[in-house]
């Protein structure tokens, strides 16, 4: 039996749906084991890998040849399902991260040690009788690396990372400090894009949004000042530069409210590597220092022009 075979009879075994027993199922779980053809499956491993590892992977031990633009193919169809299913874990970083990794539990790495062996029959059941407690743990395990926020007044939770970390503190520090009373119209999450979008109020408000619309990270807006806040939150990417500005123009040129343009940043040091690109007439907030910001033009403070 081949081990593209094995790897099916593997996942159908511990109750993975028809679609999640297809070729890219089978090819993500041997990349994860690090099991190529000649391999024996009690070398099953269960290192960190990426998802371009399995497209690296499947064309190096199995020639297959996946195109880069695969990858989100992969996540949604293997690794989305493994994950609920407790066969992986990540590794808790933000999903368009660069340090983003996947592994085999190590239930299911022992397991799949196991394949073709004498003892397989015994181990399956075992392993199926406690896969939905082991489902309770890792989905209690992830749930622990969300970080829980109050947007609106409605509870949320943020997945982990560096980004949503601002994003956090845009929405709790920045918010009462230098647009209270104001209403969240838009946030997005690293996993659930967009996980607060009033279209009907931005509509409303004159915005023209198209699926090519990159919106910023968190849309605020002020109904007794009529004014709009919009707010990068910048890790590594993304700050109020003139082309940003540009793009946001377009997008809310039909937008007659007041529009204010603020960077946040999680520390000073960040800040220093994007200051000389910040457009000139926009603010800087620091999460460190959430009780000030930096007004990029001297001739009046914070508000629209």
């Known amino acids: 039996m081949s081990k593209l075979e094995d790897a099916k009879k ?3 075994a511990i109750g993975m749906p028809k679609q999640q027993q297809a070729d890219v199922c089978c090819l993500a779980l041997l990349t994860l084991a690090n099991i190529g053809e000649s391999d024996k499956w009690t070398e099953a491993s269960n290192n960190w890998i990426r998802i371009h590892d399995i497209i690296q992977f499947a064309k190096n031990n199995y020639n297959v040849d996946y195109a880069e633009n695969s990858r989100e193919t992969i996540r949604k169809q293997a690794m ?3 994950r609920r299913a407790a066969i992986i874990e990540d590794n808790g970083k933000a999903t368009n991260s660069p340090n983003y990794r996947y ?3 190590p239930e299911s790495c022992a397991l799949l040690q196991y394949i073709n062996s004498d003892e397989w029959d015994e181990q399956i059941n075992s392993f199926r009788n406690s896969h939905e407690s082991l489902i309770e743990i890792y989905a209690s395990k992830k749930k622990m690396q969300k970080m829980p926020v109050k947007i609106n007044n409605q509870d949320f939770t ?3 990372g560096a980004h949503n970390q601002l994003q956090k503190a845009i929405i709790e520090e920045f918010a009462p400090r230098f647009a209270p009373n104001s209403t969240c ?3 997005g999450d690293t996993i659930e894009k967009d996980m607060v979008k009033n279209e009907e109020k931005l509509k409303s ?4 949004i198209t699926l090519h619309d990159k919106m910023p990270d968190v849309v ?3 109904e007794e000042k009529d004014w709009i806040y919009f707010i990068e939150s910048v890790t590594s990417v993304g700050p109020m530069d003139p082309k940003r500005i540009d793009e946001i123009t377009t997008m809310t040129k039909n937008v007659k ?4 343009y603020v960077t946040a940043f999680l520390d000073f040091k960040t800040y220093k590597k994007f200051a000389d690109s910040l457009a000139w007439e926009t603010e800087v907030w620091i999460a460190d220092m959430p009780e000030h910001m930096i007004h990029l033009n001297g001739d009046k403070f914070m508000g629209p022009r």
């Open 10 to 12: 593997f996942l159908e």
């Open 80 to 82: 989305h399902h493994f």
């Open 103 to 105: 592994r085999l539990t």
């Open 158 to 160: 943020f997945s982990a």
């Open 185 to 187: 119209l838009y946030v």
């Open 205 to 208: 408000l004159g915005f023209e």
């Open 220 to 222: 605020l807006y002020n």
């Open 257 to 260: 409210a007041g529009k204010i």
